[in-house]
């Protein structure tokens, strides 16, 4: 209660109208599968391109899976997705490593010519064929930072660095007979503001003016930096670049650590750096014993043995990458040094139990559909590729009948989305019947046969599971039209044709079985024409009316938090019941409630008929919503008869 103590004025806001819901996302969607590369346990990152889907998740190149060689599913349904009109897409990485001790991580060391010198271990961020990776380290050398000013009260001159932090390994360039050159660790030291140069034996150098270890005018002072590039080992035009970073694993820059071990660490023992740092870093660059400070970086890179390093042509001229250092004719096209990654793998074919996943007990990761449960606005979801091989052997049709269990029971728990199915590859329509008729679920469709695409990797035309394509037609529908118009009816606009193409006799036999087929008609292309769940209840039995009331649940379950703990009486009670009628009559202007006026289309009780003293007592309030919702004109059905010319 507002207190009124002292004589005024006051000025109070107060509502006069109900609160409003907004409609929750039906398009976002979620596909579950292998990839060429990529997180598995970072949280699901928004795509909203094809491209995004490559730089996170990698190229379309197949699956190496063991011995067999696999069509990369997930890639391709994302493209497929993104075509036919799909907006929002995450991604579940899975991976099953071949077998113990083999993670399907590449590798490599940047390894001393003598055992004794420092080194630096170098390893792809996840598994993968395509962590098998170029890494190009790029010594960059920067301009004279070493000066000369007069003081403005001695009237003397003084050596004074511009541009140089604490750490930084530089390169100082000494004008005394005989004329040096060397490599230091510089150290700020905040008392007196001044630096000195520590090397990596010997003298440390400083500042003054005075003595043979001081700095004199025309010395000059060059912070090294590195560059780190990767690539793909067979495509080494395509580097990605990382410029300008520290060689010392202490050293910051405005207090934020930009150091090569730091910004290509793996973070993994604090999960928020890991997300932060970790998802656009391929590799990771870890310093072995012997590294301790810059210079011991800058050693390693400079006595890296031949075995995994390519030399750069203009080393020919040069006895080391330290002599192209050194060189003041040289620039960075020339100091640089390549190692490549080797023994990375795409794994087994993944099973039940890595499309099942989990948690990690010991930090906030989480693995396969598990990594879903968190994402509130994901609406669809599917397993493309993973039906492949169906009726090969009794093994492979037990795999996929368990992983499509798995989507199923996951819709279900999570009330709010449908479970795309994804029939077998290469099945008759006895096969596919007898595929179909082992669930029952109002949480999950089912379509039939495969699409027939051509294939921008090999250029040959391939055949890929449908769900790629459907849930693009399920956002574009929704898009274009709305949740409660059934996705039937719709071009597939990326098919060539077919995998079997079906006759009205063979889908007068599927669609009654919740069969949802893809048909081609003449002159209207090929189409998806088919729209039931995989349920045997006739009153969920169509696709648009499950997502429809996923729609409007979620959309009245996040629209009425604002009541939890509010005071529970007539007030509340009239509140919410104005809420919820305000949402479903736009609803019903916006044509998805059957009925002439909005009392013959939804109804709303929240009153002393809906709960009881026990309900009340214990803090309940019960909301009953009744809604008309329109059905699919599923069979169009015209009767025509002969009529006389003379009757009325």
Not at 1 to 29: C, D, H
Not at 433 to 452: C, H, I, K, L, M
Not at 581 to 593: I, K, P, R, T, W
Not at 626 to 646: L, N, S, Y
């Amino acid at each position: 209660m507002p207190q009124y103590l002292a004589p005024g004025v006051y000025i109070e806001e107060t509502s006069f109208r109900s609160k409003s819901i907004e409609g929750a996302s039906t398009t976002v969607t979620g596909f579950i599968g292998p990839t060429r590369y990529g997180p598995l346990d970072l949280d699901n990152e928004l795509l909203t391109s094809l491209k995004d889907f490559e730089r996170v998740y990698g190229d379309r190149n197949q699956l190496e899976h063991g011995t067999s060689t696999y069509h990369n599913y997930v890639w391709h349904a994302a493209r497929a997705f993104f075509i036919e009109g799909g907006k929002q897409l995450y991604v579940s990485r899975i991976f099953r490593p071949v077998g113990d001790g083999d993670d399907g991580i590449a590798r490599s060391r940047l390894a001393p010519s003598a055992p004794a010198n420092a080194s630096l271990a170098i390893r792809a961020r996840w598994p993968g064929e395509e962590g098998n990776l170029r890494v190009r380290f790029v010594l960059h050398v920067g301009q004279n930072v070493l000066a000369v000013e007069r003081q403005p009260i001695t009237g003397l001159d003084a050596l004074r660095v511009s541009s140089l932090s604490d750490r930084d390994v530089v390169m100082i360039r000494r004008t005394q007979s005989p004329p040096s050159a060397g490599f230091y660790l510089a150290h700020l030291d905040t008392t007196t503001d001044t630096f000195t140069f520590e090397p990596q034996s010997g003298a440390t150098l400083n500042m003054t003016g005075i003595g043979a270890d001081s700095l004199q005018r025309g010395d000059r002072v060059q912070v090294i930096t590195l560059n780190v590039a990767t690539a793909p080992a067979d495509e080494p035009g395509a580097f990605e670049v990382w410029e300008g970073l520290a060689l010392d694993a202490e050293h910051t820059t405005n207090g934020a650590r930009d150091a090569l071990t730091y910004v290509f660490g793996s973070h993994v023992e604090t999960p928020e750096l890991e997300r932060a740092h970790g998802r656009d870093k391929p590799v990771v660059i870890t310093a072995e014993s012997g590294v301790d400070t810059g210079l011991d970086l800058l050693d390693a890179l400079f006595t890296a043995g031949p075995a995994v390093v390519s030399s750069p042509p203009a080393a020919t001229d040069h006895a080391s990458l330290q002599e192209l250092v050194l060189d003041d004719t040289a620039g960075d096209g020339d100091r640089w040094i390549d190692v490549v990654l080797s023994g990375g793998n795409d794994g087994l074919l993944p099973g039940a139990t890595e499309y099942e996943g989990g948690a990690d007990p010991n930090s906030t990761a989480k693995f396969g559909l598990t990594q879903f449960e968190d994402i509130d606005s994901l609406s669809i979801v599917a397993a493309p590729g993973s039906s492949f091989n169906y009726k090969q052997s009794d093994l492979d049709r037990d795999r996929v009948n368990a992983i499509i269990n798995l989507l199923i029971a996951h819709c279900t728990s999570m009330r709010y989305r449908i479970a795309v199915i994804d029939s077998g590859n290469d099945l008759t329509v006895g096969e596919v019947q007898d595929q179909r008729a082992r669930f029952d679920s109002t949480y999950a469709a089912f379509y039939y046969p495969w699409v027939r695409v051509m294939d921008p990797v090999t250029r040959v035309p391939i055949f890929l599971p449908p769900s790629g394509f459907v849930a693009g037609i399920y956002a574009r529908n929704d898009i274009t039209r709305a949740v409660f118009k059934a996705p039937a009816n719709e071009v597939v606009n990326l098919s060539i044709g077919f995998e079997a193409l079906l006759n009205k006799a063979q889908q007068d036999v599927l669609n009654p079985e919740g069969i949802n087929c893809f048909r081609f008609f003449e002159g209207r292309g090929y189409r998806l024409w088919g729209g039931r769940t995989m349920t045997s209840d006739p009153e969920w039995k169509y696709v648009n009316l499950r997502r429809y009331f996923a729609y409007l649940e979620h959309s009245i379950d996040r629209g009425t938090q604002w009541a939890v703990f509010e005071p529970n009486g007539p007030q509340l009670w009239a509140n919410v019941r104005q809420t919820i009628a305000d949402f479903l009559l736009n609803e019903f202007f916006s044509g998805a409630l059957l009925g002439d006026k909005p009392e013959q289309s939804y109804f709303v009780r929240c009153d002393r008929s809906t709960m009881t003293q026990n309900d009340l007592d214990n803090g309940r309030l019960v909301v009953l919503i009744g809604v008309a919702p329109v059905k699919p004109a599923e069979f169009v059905i015209f009767r025509i008869g002969q009529w006389t010319a003379d009757r009325r």
